[in-house]
């Protein structure tokens, strides 16, 4: 008998939800066969047969929270119809195990909490006071912490429970209730919803803008497009620009590129940049790696091949994980001003526009500028105003005057 067990999802992803099973009980299946899709708050997994045989159980219906490591299903070979029967005492042993840790020593008060049981708490809600520790003087381990996540999952938690704190609308009167559709909430949807209300209850968030003349940046554009795109193969577009111009400003201030950690500060000499890919699904945020060591090239071959496959919804897990700053791109939709949210844990992210023409005075002189604003929200807990107002500054100056760019200026 094989079990079928939720996968490793990721840094800071400890839950899934079944969005469908693909096979039912008793359905033969063979060894890498997509048996179940697996919907967390970044991407829709599917989780492949371990084996061949058949899926003799079913243990986690369509619509069930799980954590990571929890039980799906299990598979036999099919000779038999007695082994799916032996599955009640082989769920007691862990049920065993399971009660085993609450005769360890329960750790002193003023004990303290690990950085990763710190972390695993906060994205999960277990109280880690509550959690049986198995440390040096009964202190709570990361591995304490994560077996009480996988108990918590062992009783599978309905999908309406993230949504259990939002107010229900009153009643609509019969004439327009006839003309509504009620559609229950993706998985996604639901943990989109309750981490950017999180980031807004937790970080101190304020967003400073400005804005960028983006006559040079659309002239070089436009004068290397069909060369870039014949050598490089991608076509050239203004995220390149943006994200060289967010790195050097990072490297001059480098709190944007900050995390909190409990009572410490992260500060990141690596420059991992998000950039927000809208898909039929939800907003996601794939990241490419080390753009400091990038060029305008290979960032702007990231980016196309991140945004193709995501709305074919082929990215990865660890694709998404470990970015230190995003960008988003609400003008590609209409969009002239906005406050973007933070990606949490991140410290900042900037909110790029449409480009607009509008008269400015240039030299004593009005003339029709492209121009675009620029928002930066920011984690005032982290970044002081002086720092926010001069990253944005430091962004400007590196687009109004891309040869600083190439000068790393």
């Known amino acids: 008998m094989t079990e079928i067990r939720v996968p490793t999802l990721g840094e800071s992803v400890t839950e899934a939800t079944i969005g469908r099973w693909f096979k039912k009980a008793g359905d033969p299946v063979a060894v890498d066969e997509p048996l179940v899709e697996l919907e967390t708050d970044k991407v829709t997994i599917e989780v492949p047969a371990p084996s061949a045989g058949t899926l003799s159980e079913i243990i986690a219906a369509d619509g069930v929270t799980v954590a990571v490591g929890a039980l799906l299903g ?19 042993a862990p049920a065993a195990a399971a009660a085993a840790p609450a005769a360890a020593k329960a750790p002193p008060a003023d004990a303290p909490l690990a950085p990763s049981v710190r972390k695993l708490s906060a ?17 709570v381990t990361k591995g304490d912490m994560l077996a009480a996540i996988e108990r918590a999952a062992s009783a599978p938690t309905p999908v309406n429970q993230p949504a259990a704190a939002v107010q229900v609308r009153a009643p609509s009167p019969a004439d327009d209730a006839a003309r509504e559709e009620r559609v229950k909430m993706t998985r996604l949807r639901q943990t989109i919803a309750r981490r950017l209300k999180d980031v807004q209850n937790t970080a101190a968030m304020l967003t400073t803008f400005n804005e960028v003349d983006m006559t040079n940046v659309m002239a070089l554009r436009a004068h290397y497009k069909d060369a870039f795109e014949k050598k490089h193969g991608a076509k050239l577009g203004f995220m390149g620009f943006f994200t060289k111009a967010v790195v050097q400003a990072l490297k001059d201030i480098p709190a944007v590129n900050a995390e909190i950690d409990g009572s410490d500060l992260i500060y990141k000499n690596y420059y991992h940049i998000g950039v927000a890919v809208g898909t039929d699904k939800g907003l996601v945020v794939p990241v490419v790696r080390d753009c400091d060591h990038k060029s305008i090239s290979d960032i702007e071959k990231g980016i196309a091949d991140f945004g193709r496959r995501a709305r074919d919804g082929q990215l990865k897990i660890d694709e998404m994980q470990g970015g230190t700053f995003t960008i988003t791109n609400g003008g590609i939709y209409g969009s002239l001003m ?33 121009m675009m604003y620029l928002a930066l929200s920011y984690d005032h807990r982290v970044i002081d105003g002086k720092e926010a107002v001069t990253f944005l500054v430091r962004v400007k100056e590196s687009l109004e005057d891309p040869a600083r760019l190439v000068l790393d200026l």
């Not at 036999?76 to 009640?88: E, H, S, V, Y």
């Open 123 to 139: 994205e999960t809600g277990i109280d880690a006071s509550t959690v049986p520790g198995s440390g040096k003087d009964g202190r």
């Open 74 to 92: 299990q598979i036999t070979d099919g000779a038999g119809a007695a082994k799916p029967a032996a599955a009640p005492a082989k769920a007691a």
């Open 338 to 370: 906005s406050t973007p949210i933070l990606n949490a844990p991140q410290s900042g992210i900037l909110g790029m526009h449409k480009i607009q023409e509008r008269p400015m005075v240039v030299g004593g002189k009005i003339e029709v500028r492209p």
